[in-house]
């Protein structure tokens, strides 16, 4: 018998069909998975009925982790695997742990001696870096900026030198419905010749990546809200 994991599963970004863009191992693992810890047990349910039609859900015990989850209770999530029972950590939307609820989990998982198991899938950070053109040998994932305008442009400018001291390029996101204030704060702050991508509605039908300067991006018109996006800021990367 096998020994009890926690598997950490991922699931598709946009509207393209998971079958797509997961491979088989996920398949496989949430197949004869029947404990899994999710931030939304509707949305989870559906991924799994999707996945698994033939699954027994009557059989399947969620957890839910999210801002209403009681603390005192996460360390209850692992209790399947002293039984002898692997769980899964499925994301709402690509990898657990990485921009996503889960990592005070995997945390714990670890402190216990639990073996983590990730499996591959779509991370719109990793997608939206590869499709940048920019130096895929140093960057840094840097989360939310600051909500308040004054401190959020002090952080775009922050970032802005980075990049051109360290040749490093930083990537951040923004909730959909603020994506467009965000590029517009870019394209106000940050010099004409800075370099940014801009990547929106990864593995959708309305996927749009580019990167331009800034004084290019400022003849563009087009409307980022309620788009999910990714934005990095680089060097030139070409002359």
Same mark, same amino acid.
């Given at each position: ?140 994932? =840097? ?9 959020? +442009?002090?952080? *775009?400018?922050? %970032?802005?030198?980075?990049? !051109? &001291? ?49 004084? =290019? ?9 309620? +788009?999910?996006? *990714?934005?990095? %800021?680089?060097?030139?990367? !070409? &002359?």
């Amino acid at each position: 018998m096998s020994v009890p994991k926690l598997y950490l599963i991922p699931t598709p970004i946009g509207d393209e069909s998971a079958s797509s863009v997961l491979p088989d191992a996920v398949f496989e693992t949430v197949s004869f998975l029947n404990h899994f810890i999710v931030e939304n047990e509707k949305t989870a349910r559906k991924f799994i009925k999707t996945i698994c039609p033939e699954k027994n859900q009557s059989a399947i015990v969620l957890f839910q982790l999210n801002k209403q989850t009681d603390q005192a209770d996460i360390p209850n999530f692992l209790n399947p695997i002293k039984e002898g029972f692997s769980v899964g950590l499925l994301s709402e939307a690509g990898c657990p742990a990485v921009a996503d609820p889960g990592s005070e989990i995997v945390a714990l998982a670890h402190h216990r001696g639990i073996v983590v198991k990730p499996l591959v899938g779509p991370s719109s950070i990793l997608l939206a870096m590869m499709a940048s053109g920019f130096n895929g040998q140093k960057f840094k994932f =840097n989360g939310y900026l600051p909500i308040d305008r004054k401190d959020r +442009k002090m952080e *775009i400018k922050r %970032l802005e030198r980075y990049v !051109y &001291n360290h040749q490093e390029a930083q990537i951040f996101i923004e909730t959909p419905y603020r994506s467009q204030e965000m590029f517009e704060e870019l394209l106000k702050t940050c010099q004409d010749e800075t370099m940014l991508c801009v990547a929106c509605d990864l593995n959708s039908e309305k996927e749009y990546i580019a990167s331009k300067t800034i004084v =290019n991006w400022k003849t563009v018109h087009f409307d980022l809200t309620k +788009k999910p996006c *990714i934005f990095i %800021l680089g060097d030139t990367f !070409y &002359n």
